[in-house]
Antibody, heavy 125, light 108 residues
Framework: EVQLLESGGGLVQPGGSLRLSCAAS????????MSWVRQAPGKGLEWVSA????????YYADSVKGRFTISRDNSKNTLYLQMNSLRAEDTAVYYC??????????????????WGQGTMVTVSS | SYVLTQPPSVSVAPGKTARITCGGN??????VHWYQQKPGQAPVLVVY???DRPSGIPERFSGSNSGNTATLTISRVEAGDEADYYC???????????FGGGTKLTVL
């Protein structure tokens, strides 16, 4: 069964750090680009970051650029999101999502065909 | 940055057809993907590349894309279709994945 399982969420103070993980199973992880997408309470979906299948290319939303780092370990079938300098507005459910292509080109990496169940991150003092 | 505009809400009676629009500058030149999200659940892909359906998605779900508007059409709407729907594209200019603001579909 194709599956993504996020972990690492929790309560953190403003200015703090957190690392999210997303364990993949049921597909050849290294063959697909991956993304993190978040959803603040009661709000819509917001793309956060993406990474190519090889890990050689990374992309970030302006709202997290310079604070968040996406990475992947293809030997462990795991995607990561290192979040530093966290702010209250980073409070959200964070989903990892699998793209249908290996890398991002001029047309993107296709749709997100598999999503994890999400992990909640709360930034509050 | 590229902006996708969706109506906040759409209401439809059971058995009728629901149409959810997604507006963007020359969106017809991009591939549009649509997701369904029910309360407390992760999004599910229902239409990709403007009009294709993933396996397991009913034929009642269809999509089109032309000019400045993409449309998700749900035929013979059922109570179980009640959910939030999001359109999504890739903006090559800003190198961003862009989501629309979402549309809440209410089945009357």
């Amino acid at each position: 069964e194709v599956q993504l399982l996020e972990s690492g969420g929790g309560l953190v103070q403003p200015g703090g750090s957190l690392r999210l993980s997303c364990a993949a199973s049921g597909f050849t992880f290294s063959s697909y680009a991956m993304s993190w997408v978040r959803q603040a309470p009661g709000k819509g979906l917001e793309w956060v970051s993406a990474i190519s299948g090889s890990g050689g290319s990374t992309y970030y939303a302006d709202s997290v650029k310079g604070r968040f780092t996406i990475s992947r370990d293809n030997s462990k079938n795991t995607l990561y999101l290192q979040m530093n300098s966290l702010r209250a507005e980073d409070t959200a459910v964070y989903y990892c999502a699998k793209a249908v292509k290996h890398y991002y080109d001029s047309s993107g990496a296709g749709a997100f065909d598999i999503w994890g169940q999400g992990t909640m991150v709360t930034v509050s003092s | 940055s590229y902006v996708l505009t969706q109506p906040p809400s759409v209401s439809v009676a059971p058995g009728k057809t629901a149409r959810i629009t997604c507006g963007g500058n020359n969106i017809g030149s991009k591939s549009v993907h649509w997701y369904q999200q029910k309360p407390g659940q992760a999004p599910v892909l229902v239409v990709y590349d403007d009009s294709d359906r993933p396996s397991g998605i009913p034929e009642r779900f269809s999509g089109s894309n032309s000019g400045n508007t993409a449309t998700l059409t749900i035929s013979r709407v059922e109570a179980g279709d009640e959910a939030d729907y999001y359109c999504q594209v890739w903006d090559s200019s800003s190198v961003d994945v862009v989501f629309g603001g979402g549309t809440k579909l209410t089945v009357l």
